[in-house]
């Protein structure tokens, strides 16, 4: 018996200083990603300080895009939305809203909100998708289309918009996305200036409880709704702090399926989206990479921070452990499906930085980390462990990660200052603190769900509900 108890204090105090060193490479991935994010976000304020967007707007050569937003059951928000889109502050683009076999009135709302008419429109591509109903066009917006299709998913009604598409570039995002006006022109601006720019993604915030007024943004404040507001402090530490950090890197690995611009014929090239996993926009991103770095051809995939997409998150602990269930199940997807590239020196900063990162500690990192809170209380309680490694191990896993939330949040207030009321960003900050104490904890139970789900090769979305948006009020001057 005593041998028994000596191996499993053994078993337990390896497992300990494996989830430490979890804990370690985790947080240094994170700090790394923080500075050289601090470090491009002022370099590019200074740039733009330079930058006249009229005057870029009125430059000859600006690309003329097509929007392509996939709806399945969003006549809650969808006319909405669509009013964003049609005044986006951008000289040539079109709006083509797929609508993915909609069960709901989507359909119906569109038709009578726009004043659509059955329309000729020849396709350009022969990407793989469910069938095409019909093809409608606005009255009295002519730049507004609608695709009417058999449902196949996101994936599935992004490559029948594409195949609809006529421009050289195209943004890909969700019905339920509200983008700010300048967006659009701001997005494309890698592609102004580099040729060679094959995707450019923008910044995601959270629109719930922000008030709405003819489909624009007018006020700007925290959700009400606790767990809301723990997303808009994962949205910032994720964009700001994470995959701008990955941009100045050189290895962004994910463009948001929320708001991305894309160059059409690359992405013909590689065959559009996969239809067979949840988490095609990485997927997409990563082929992209895969495809280009195999071929020896020049490429940029960028991320900009200050192009806005404002969109809907869940507010109840079921829709939102679906949503987080489905991105890990879409993250195992991508990264098996691609392993070929992990620790591959061919793939260049792709297969020895960022895939590394992604695979070890994002896809692997939560079934070490939730077990290892349960196993380090154990040993406390047993007492094998010692009070140095006690204080290591919090400082690790607790207060390196408040610290990296706060100066996610400084970052915000440092450079886009988005909420201006100091109440907010007093929440904001207290958010950062104990989110490392109870929340954390239950979105890391979440992915192990989702790593579990695709394990079992669980498929589908999960049915999501949206409130709409919060319209203010339509006499307002």
């Known amino acids: 018996m005593t041998i028994l108890i000596r191996i499993i204090q053994l078993t337990l105090e390896s497992f300990n200083y494996l989830?430490?060193?979890?804990?370690?490479?985790?947080n240094f991935f994170y700090l790394i990603t923080t500075l050289f994010a601090f470090f491009a976000l002022r370099k590019y304020a200074r740039r733009m300080k330079a930058v006249?967007?009229?005057?870029?707007i009125t430059k000859a050569g600006v690309p003329p895009v097509t929007l392509l937003a996939p709806a399945y059951n969003e006549e809650a928000t969808c006319v909405e939305s669509t009013k964003a889109l049609l005044s986006l502050n951008y000289p040539?683009?079109?709006?083509?809203?797929?609508?993915d076999g909609s069960k709901d009135d989507t359909l119906a709302v569109m038709m009578d909100a726009y004043n659509m008419e059955p329309a000729e429109r020849a396709p350009s591509a022969t990407l793989k998708s469910a069938k095409v109903r019909g093809v409608y066009r606005s009255k009295y917006q002519p730049r507004?289309?609608?695709?009417?299709?058999?449902?196949?998913?996101?994936?599935?009604?992004?490559?029948?918009?594409?195949?609809y598409c006529?421009?050289?570039?195209?943004?890909?995002m969700d019905a339920d996305t509200l983008l700010e006006r300048d967006a659009l022109i701001r997005i494309?601006?890698?592609f102004l200036e580099d040729a060679s720019t094959l995707a450019a993604g923008g910044i995601i915030r959270i629109v719930n409880d922000c008030t709405i007024h003819s489909g624009s943004v007018e006020q700007v404040r925290l959700p009400r709704n606790l767990l809301a507001k723990y997303q808009v402090l994962e949205y910032l530490r994720a964009f700001l702090s994470g995959r701008m950090g990955w941009h100045a890197l050189g290895a962004t690995l994910i463009i948001s399926g929320a708001f991305g611009v894309f160059k059409r014929s690359a992405v013909v090239s590689v065959?559009?989206?996969?239809?067979d996993t949840v988490g095609e926009d990485m997927e997409l991103v990563v082929k992209l990479h895969r495809h280009f770095l195999e071929n020896k051809i020049p490429y940029k995939i960028s991320f900009v921070p200050d192009p806005v997409a404002w969109t809907e998150c869940p507010e109840s602990a079921k829709i939102l452990g679906r949503q987080r269930d489905r991105w890990q199940r879409g993250l195992f997807e991508v990264l098996t499906r691609h392993r070929i590239m992990f620790l591959n020196p061919r793939y260049g900063r792709i297969g020895m930085l960022a895939y590394p990162y992604f695979y070890l500690l994002e896809m692997l990192g939560p079934a070490i980390e939730l077990p290892g809170y349960f196993t380090m209380l154990i040993a406390i309680l047993w007492g094998t462990v010692s009070l140095s490694f006690m204080v290591a191990f919090f400082m690790v896993a607790f207060m390196f990660g408040v610290a990296l939330s706060i100066f996610s949040v400084a970052l915000e207030e440092l450079t886009f200052r988005r909420y201006p009321k100091f109440t907010d960003l007093m929440q904001l900050f207290v958010l950062a603190v104990i989110e490392n104490f109870g929340y954390r904890q239950l979105t890391i139970y979440w992915r192990i769900h989702g790593f579990i789900s695709a394990l079992r090769k669980v498929e589908g979305w999960g049915k999501m509900e949206r409130k709409g948006f919060s319209s203010a009020?339509?006499?307002k001057k």
Do not use: H, Q
């Open 52 to 56: 006249d967007l009229n005057a870029l």
């Open 144 to 163: 507004l289309w609608m695709i009417d299709k058999e449902n196949g998913g996101k994936a599935d009604a992004l490559n029948g918009g594409i195949n």
């Open 166 to 172: 006529r421009t050289p570039l195209f943004c890909a």
């Open 188 to 190: 494309v601006r890698p």
């Open 473 to 475: 009020p339509s006499n």
């Open 19 to 26: 989830v430490l060193f979890y804990f370690l490479a985790l």
């Open 271 to 275: 065959g559009g989206y996969a239809t």
């Open 92 to 99: 040539e683009y079109e709006v083509i809203i797929i609508n």
